[in-house]
């Protein structure tokens, strides 16, 4: 019976060269881009505020606000994901709010 040796030269070299280009962009661009006030900065503008208010609950949700944070994916659509507990699996009042 005849075994054929694999080898994984080929793809480790490529992805090195990878890497080190990646490391090299960052540590050229890092400190200005890396900061955490410009991190949370920007975070800010896709970050949101979501309160839901549930008067009549089903079987995991009790009565009353529930409040968490959610973050906006599709501007155009109106797309906001957070946790489920967050929304409730409830009819609920659900208010969105942004920083400004």
């Known amino acids: 019976m005849k075994t054929k040796q694999i080898t994984f030269y080929p793809i480790i070299k490529l992805l090195s060269k990878s890497i080190l280009i990646f490391i090299i962009t960052l540590l050229s661009v890092g400190p200005a881009w890396c900061s955490d006030e410009n991190y949370f900065e920007q975070a800010l503008t896709y970050t949101v ?50 920083k400004d």
């Open 49 to 98: 505020e979501i309160t839901s208010q549930v008067k009549i609950p089903f079987s995991e949700d009790y009565q009353g606000i529930y409040s968490g944070a959610g973050f906006l994916v599709d501007k155009e659509r109106g797309w906001i994901v957070t946790n489920a507990h967050v929304a409730s699996y409830s009819p609920a009042k659900i208010k969105v709010s942004f």
